[in-house]
């Protein structure tokens, strides 16, 4: 008991510092409507600090931080910088040349990026970091869920929300901060996390690397950071990931289906696309897990979540239940309706593999008759380098329609090399039946037109094509 107590006391002692260090600090967020920086102005209001930050348009995310106090101010101009600004931060979006960037530093305001904001919380806790190609958001969540379950009230921000914890981030009264580790721009390097997983690793973010060489070697270098004392969990199915362990110097496991792995899956068995298994620690059974997400790379996210929390001391029945009733997150294979016959599903893949794992995990949970997909593509620059990966991905849908390309961070002449039609007709070519419509309105009347009884329309990516699924399900709902 009294030990316990002493754990008590340390965690909040740590907490309390690091709340005590953002109380009332008067932050500006450049870009605050994007997936991160909504999250961390999300916990930085909740350490007591005052918010207010700028973006391009308004949106729900917007609403619900000025709908929380914060001063969200539309469209970016020098002017926006309150008179009162102790720090800016920015997201890895916004570009040197930003006219509140250049007021900022005009000012000698502190600025920093995103991710070095992100580093400088995580230091001040126990820090978890999720790395990865694919399946950083929902492993993040399913870490912190069961920490919040267990009793541990950590702080975490997710790249997406997470209604059971009531939004994309929280700072709690525990001692752990989970977070994704992004390697865009080679973020994750921001970090020194006690404990880290390694999910994946795969060609992407080719505008900021060479190729996939450079990608291992920024994720080699991540793997150094972690902590001595720490524990370092790497996907050993995965042969990139695999091959970066030999830079880290905390206690390294694996994990996956594999025989050699530290943590492996077994005697699995799929029901509806969701996986049962045992999952083994060194040979020797430690629980069965049912995973509530479909699809097998949900499993695997399930296993490196498992690993995780059994470093961090959380009991393995706890962990089993816990992660058996988590529900996801929002924009990975959300169902928005089921009216009329007809299932709507929206999700965030925007990666040639995450596209292809998330069709097949669809139609494995949903068995439609047809299954049409909204895809809109993610940065001219993305779309060009995996074009042909792209092409591929689709062959569990019936019908693909792509829009324009959702330009961001791309220079303008990026756009010259590549467009939504070239994609439509390498889709052809490997086989898939494929249409380009220009605008949201165009695909929302083709839909109209062609969806059915039995079918199943998932609207997929990373922009803003959720609008898609939003049109079509008020349509549904009302007397046509």
């Known amino acids: 008991m009294r030990e316990e107590m002493e754990i008590k006391k340390r965690n909040m002692s740590v907490s309390d510092e690091a709340v005590r260090s953002y109380t009332g600090l008067k932050v500006h967020l450049i870009g605050v409507g994007g997936a991160g920086m909504r999250a961390l102005a999300g916990m930085l209001m909740d350490c007591g600090a005052s918010i207010s930050g700028s973006d391009m348009a308004s949106s729900g995310a917007t609403e619900r931080l000025q709908c929380r106090g914060a001063n969200v101010i539309i469209g970016q101009k020098g002017e926006n910088i309150p008179p009162e600004c102790d720090l800016v931060v920015y997201s890895a979006a916004i570009h040197e040349q930003n006219p509140e960037l250049l007021a900022a530093r005009s000012r000698n305001v502190e600025v920093v990026k995103y991710s070095q904001m992100l580093g400088r919380m995580m230091s001040r806790r126990v820090g978890i970091a999720v790395a990865g190609t694919h399946g950083k958001s929902t492993t993040t969540a399913m870490v ?104 880290a110097t905390a206690n390294t496991q694996t994990f996956g289906l594999g025989e ?126 995996l074009l042909k990966d792209f092409a591929r991905s689709f062959a569990a849908a019936d019908e693909v329609i792509v829009p324009e390309i959702y330009f961001v961070r791309d220079s303008d002449r990026e756009k010259d090399y590549i467009c939504s039609q070239d994609l439509v007709a390498q889709i052809g070519l490997h086989g898939g039946a494929a249409v380009y419509l220009k605008t949201f309105d165009e695909i929302v009347q083709h839909l109209k037109s062609s969806l059915r009884p039995g079918d199943l329309l998932v609207t997929m990516g990373a922009g803003n094509i959720w609008e898609v699924a939003d049109e079509i399900v008020h349509w549904l709902g009302t007397d046509r």
């Not at 695997?300 to 001391?313: C, E, F, P, S």
């Open 144 to 247: 912190a869920y069961v920490l919040h379950e267990a009793g541990a009230d950590p702080s975490f921000i997710v790249g997406a929300t997470v209604d059971q914890l009531g939004g994309p981030s929280g700072a709690g009264k525990g001692k752990y901060f989970v977070a994704e580790a992004c390697e865009f721009d080679r973020s994750f390097l921001n970090m020194r996390p006690h404990y880290a997983a390694i999910l994946n690793i795969e060609e992407d973010h080719l505008d900021c690397y060479k190729d996939l060489d450079a990608i291992v070697e920024a994720f080699r270098a991540f793997a150094s950071q972690v902590s001595p004392e720490g524990v370092l969990i790497v996907n050993g199915d995965d042969r990139c990931a695999a091959g970066v362990v030999d830079s």
């Open 260 to 385: 050699r792995c530290t943590w492996r899956g077994v005697n699995i068995a799929a029901q509806r696309g969701r996986s049962r298994m045992d999952v083994m620690l060194d040979g020797k059974r430690f629980c069965k897990l049912q995973v509530p997400l479909p699809g097998l790379h949900n499993a695997y996210n399930a296993l490196a979540a498992t690993a995780l929390l059994h470093q961090v001391g959380i009991d393995r029945e706890m962990i089993s239940g816990a992660l058996g009733r988590f529900a996801g997150t929002r924009r990975r294979m959300t169902l928005k309706a089921q009216l009329d016959g007809v299932a709507v599903v929206d999700d965030y893949a925007h990666h040639p593999t995450e596209i292809q794992a998330t069709l097949r995990a669809i139609r494995d949970y949903y068995d439609p008759q047809r299954l049409m997909c909204v895809f809109q593509p993610h940065q001219h620059s993305r779309t060009r380098f």
